[in-house]
């Protein structure tokens, strides 16, 4: 997976739902399911030039927001901090404890 293709798909996971119903349909086309342009125009009944352009206008939103939050990032970062965490100590507890923080994380907080 390209790193754009990457970049966007995390961005969808964390700020997909501010987009319409339509945005979020035509992204999960393009970014997750690897329709072409043509392909979900006549998925969707409507022009090419509309995908594009609701591709590109969801991508700049969706970037807008990462610029502004910064969640995407910030996840990434305690990702990297939870794997160096768990690599620098054997103990079964700790790594429990980490699981479970990241699990937290991916779960939308919810954590028993």
Same mark, same amino acid.
């Given at each position: 997976m390209s790193d754009d293709l990457f970049l966007m798909n995390s961005l969808l996971d964390f700020y997909g739902s501010l987009?319409?119903?339509?945005?979020?349909?035509i992204c999960t086309y393009y970014y $997750?399911?690897?329709?072409?342009? =043509?392909?979900?125009?006549e998925e969707m009944n409507i022009s090419?030039?509309?995908?594009?352009?609701?591709?590109? $206008?969801?991508?700049?939103e969706l970037m807008n927001y990462e610029?502004?939050?910064?969640?995407?990032?910030?996840f990434e970062t305690r990702r990297k901090l939870y794997a160096e965490i768990k690599s620098s100590t054997p103990d079964p507890?700790?790594?429990?404890?980490?699981?479970?923080?990241?699990?937290?994380e991916t779960?939308?907080? =919810?954590n028993e």
């Open positions: 987009l319409t119903d339509k945005q979020q349909e $997750r399911e690897d329709m072409s342009l =043509q392909e979900i125009a090419r030039s509309a995908v594009h352009d609701t591709v590109r $206008r969801c991508r700049d610029k502004k939050l910064g969640m995407a990032k910030g507890v700790i790594h429990d404890l980490v699981d479970r923080c990241l699990n937290s779960e939308g907080g =919810q």
